[in-house]
């Protein structure tokens, strides 16, 4: 009594018909071409992820009031949490009864990740299942958004592909050649996936970072060759939204009406103000919890994460969107837009340069720079923009000058898009390891 | 569940496009505009030898991804039947082009060219129309009920254009009185192989490697007021439907002049052949054109478009700067036209003897989509479960392409349908697919 999705039912059939399959593969001497077994590929033995990451189901905090009955808060959602999500987990280095003990512990938004450009890396999805849905049995994948020339096998886009059914596992693997701002999320129903909460960041840095001769801090947005896109410090704020009635509808066996859509809350990394500014869930680096490519979130004796200090609503919501930086710096924004409507991010008092769009430097191919400076970057749904800023003067007399960075395109109250740009002294802050930090 | 029902009948319809791929050439077309020609994919030009349009106003109606059927106006060349969306006319740079307009509906109409200069319409300058300091009709109008009007204009540039109603364009825009206008450079790249895109700069594309994505929106409850000859709100204006060439997914991959979309012709399957440096070194080219209200963030999979003019304007500066950029969000705004260039790369040349680095799953580990071939290989046919559809010829790649307004990827409540549409890559020519 579901959905009148074809793809879903397309997935029944097809996994009815791996059943099948499963059956011959047992039979001796049916066995043909090696496709009934694991295909084993030459160097392809042995070699672990850079990245293990689980698709499940979860619960999010959001603020509570104003209340939109039925919807919101969920009458179902645990304290203290408000909101039913599909999202995505870091489950790297965990074993497999850690892992399988994180279905119905998903985050939003996605772990950001970031690759070096030209370097290979693999990234194993799984999919845990939904615990609040077992009748939903939807595959999972990962679509590296905007990844130019991907073949499909590796983009996730489930009907030219193939996607990950439940208790299944499937590794990605991509070698990016074009540094920028990316992003990520599920494919499968992806009005639904999408909008549910598996939604993340990419980022590909340029193989012109530790060059130091260009800027002095040795990282790049882009191979400039001049140095104009280095920075001191960067912040990825992937925006996303909440229309209520259909996370509640996910988590109450019905179902939304997408025509009908509506933005109840709009999110930054997950968050709305002023959560957004609480702090980055600890960070626990260890051999076994890496921050190679993702943060390595502190994770307890089950694999759960570990609350934000002081707000245990922010459990899964682990990433920070306040962006701190010292007088003179040069900070990079980074923003991609998976929610469904066109963002018009704002600040007063800072002049913000467009340096690059969908992972494309702003300058054309003759040399000719089209970068531009504006107070407000727009980006629609789907789009990213990479945004550089010289942070003004230390003006005082508090500890640091705020300024606020919010969404003026936003028409709903209820929570928002919006975080705090923090400019401290000169020197003030030490040199940042981690974006986000 | 008889949506259960609709929606499998819809996957048979998919299937019946490939079966008609295999088929195109000896298929018995409607004939429902004037072609040039009538290939299977790819953009369908209506063109006159003195670049004379007479276009005629028909009614009929438009079947939705949601098995909905659409009341819906549209111009017609005179003579042929109702056709949604209203042909697609090229013209060559510096024609004087003529359109002359029939109009046998029971309200005024008119056309606007977007784009144009010096527009006349029955020899004098076209210009908005008032009756009483009322504004009536951005253009001078063809009657209601048998009236003609004759517009002309020197197509001073080459590009892509929208034409559509300039009298009650809120209502008659929606209602489907719009099209495209394709202007070409006259100018020749001397290599039959290529054509430019603009009268100036140096973009070329592969000749005969031309795509179209037009889109529009639908309120089903404006067209049934329309049809009922009822008045309607348009502070109820709520889309309902959004199309890609007048099509929702999985229509809109079924050939051009699929005979069982016998209103609606215009496909928007792309299918090309993957870049290579000596035999395919050009890329296709894509008409993005946006004729609904909002900004449609359009996102192609698998590569970015280099998006090479807006409005038929190249984007070189006035130094010769080429300005062009890439993107992976082709964000058409309301009444915009983006010309973007692209191709597909097997950048990492993965095949039988250079596999992909992972160990496949068993068959039974993964879901597979009907429009993989069982294969991660170009050219390649891997087993695929018993009793899987398979969609696939000869090993090529479906690469999705839609708007990424997801919402909007949606038939008033069937999900998953709406403006999406494949890029097709064929294994490198010579290849074992049915052309």
């Known amino acids: ?437 | 569940m008889t949506m259960f029902k609709f929606k499998w009948m819809r996957w048979g319809l998919a299937l019946g496009l490939l079966l008609t791929l295999l088929s195109t050439n000896s298929a018995v077309r409607p004939q429902a505009v004037v072609a040039q020609s009538t290939p299977t994919d790819g953009i369908v030009c209506t063109t006159s030898a003195n670049a004379t349009f007479t276009l005629r106003t028909e009614t009929g109606y438009v079947g939705m991804s949601d098995d909905n059927t659409v009341f819906m106006w549209g111009f017609s060349i005179a003579g042929q039947p109702f056709q949604h969306p209203s042909p697609v006319l090229c013209v060559n740079q510096g024609d004087t082009v003529t359109v002359i307009v029939q109009n046998t509906l029971s309200e005024d109409i008119s056309l606007i060219f977007p784009g144009q200069e010096n527009v006349f319409a029955n020899g004098a300058p076209s210009a908005p129309q008032f009756s009483g300091g009322a504004l009536t009709s951005l253009a001078p109008v063809a009657a209601a009920n048998g009236g003609a009007m004759t517009y002309s204009f020197v197509a001073t540039r080459a590009g892509a254009f929208i034409y559509q109603s300039g009298t009650s364009p809120d209502r008659q825009v929606r209602m489907g009185l719009f099209g495209a206008l394709i202007v070409r450079p006259t100018r020749s790249t001397g290599n039959p192989d290529t054509r430019y895109v603009y009268d100036s700069g140096d973009v070329v594309y592969r000749a005969g490697k031309e795509f179209m994505v037009l889109l529009s929106e639908v309120d089903p409850f404006l067209n049934q007021a329309v049809e009922r000859g009822e008045p309607f709100d348009m502070s109820l204006y709520k889309p309902r439907y959004w199309l890609i060439n007048g099509r929702g997914f999985p229509d809109s991959i079924a050939p051009n002049f699929a005979a069982w979309l016998p209103s609606q012709p215009y496909g928007a399957l792309a299918r090309i052949n993957p870049y290579d440096a000596v035999a395919n070194p050009y890329p296709a080219l894509v008409r993005y054109l946006n004729v609904g209200t909002i900004e449609f963030p359009f996102h192609p999979h698998g590569n970015h478009g280099r998006i090479v003019g807006r409005d038929g304007f190249p984007l070189i500066d006035d130094g010769g700067a080429d300005l062009s950029f890439d993107k992976f969000s082709v964000n058409v705004g309301p009444g915009q036209t983006w010309d973007a260039t692209f191709d597909w790369r097997d950048n990492e040349g993965y095949s039988e003897n250079n596999p992909v680095p992972i160990t496949i799953p068993n068959l039974q580990n993964m879901a597979f989509g009907m429009f993989f071939s069982g294969s991660p290989y170009l050219g390649l046919s891997g087993t695929k479960p018993v009793g899987d559809t398979a969609m696939t010829q000869c090993g090529e790649y479906y690469i999705i392409a839609h708007n990424h307004a997801l919402f909007q990827l949606d038939s008033w409540g069937v999900p998953m349908t709406g403006p999406a549409t494949f890029t097709r890559v064929d294994p490198p020519l010579p290849n074992t697919c049915p052309q």
């Open chain 1, 1 to 437: 009594m579901r959905k009148p999705i074809s793809r879903r039912n397309f997935f029944r059939i097809a996994g009815g018909a791996a059943l099948a399959a499963a059956g011959i593969s047992v039979l001796p001497g049916i066995v043909g071409k090696g496709w009934l077994s694991p295909t084993q590929s030459a160097g392809a033995q042995d070699v672990p992820p850079d990245l293990f990451f689980a698709a499940t189901d979860g619960w999010i905090g959001l603020p509570a009031s104003p209340a939109m009955p039925p919807y919101h808060p969920d009458n179902m959602a645990p304290t203290p949490f408000t909101t039913y999500v599909f999202g995505f987990r870091n489950v790297t280095g965990l074993n497999q009864t850690q892992v399988m003990a994180q279905k119905m512990r998903a985050q939003h938004s996605a772990p950001m990740f970031w690759v070096n450009q030209e370097t290979t890396m693999r990234l194993q999805l799984t999919n845990l299942g939904l615990a609040i849905r077992p009748d939903l049995v939807d595959a999972h994948t990962l679509h590296w958004h905007g990844f130019r020339h991907v073949i499909p096998f590796f983009d996730g886009e489930p009907m030219g592909s193939v996607s990950v059914p439940i208790e299944r596992s499937f590794t990605y693997v991509f070698r990016p050649h074009d540094p920028g701002t990316y992003m990520y999320h599920c494919h499968v129903e992806d009005i639904e996936h999408v909008h549910m909460g598996m939604t993340g960041m990419v980022i590909v840095r340029p193989t012109q970072n530790g060059n130091t001769s260009l800027y002095p801090s040795g990282r790049y947005v882009y191979n400039d060759g001049d140095g104009s896109t280095g920075y001191d410090r960067e912040f990825g704020l992937l925006l996303s939204e909440v229309w209520n009635e259909a996370h509640w509808d996910d988590s109450h066996i019905q179902l939304p009406q997408w025509t009908e859509y509506r933005v109840d809350f709009g999110l930054i990394n997950g968050r709305t103000w002023p959560d957004t500014i609480a702090p980055n869930a600890p960070f626990a680096p260890s051999a076994s919890n890496p921050d190679a490519f993702t943060f390595a979130v502190a994770r307890a004796a089950d694999g759960d994460l570990t609350p934000p200090p002081g707000s245990p609503h922010l459990q899964y919501q682990p990433q920070s969107s306040l962006i701190t930086c010292n007088a003179g710096e040069r900070v990079l924004l980074r923003f991609a837009n998976l929610g469904f409507t066109e963002a018009a991010m704002t600040v007063t008092g800072i002049k913000l340069r467009v340096i690059g769009r969908d992972a494309t430097f702003l300058r054309g191919r003759t040399g000719a720079d089209t970068s531009y400076l504006t107070s407000t970057v727009t980006f629609n749904a789907g789009e990213s923009a990479d945004v550089i800023f010289t942070a003004p003067a230390y003006r005082g007399p508090d500890p640091y000058d705020t300024y606020l960075l919010y969404n003026r395109a936003s028409t709903h109250g209820n929570g928002g898009q919006m975080t705090e740009i923090r400019v401290h002294p000169a020197g003030a802050l030490p040199p940042q390891t981690l974006p986000n930090t």
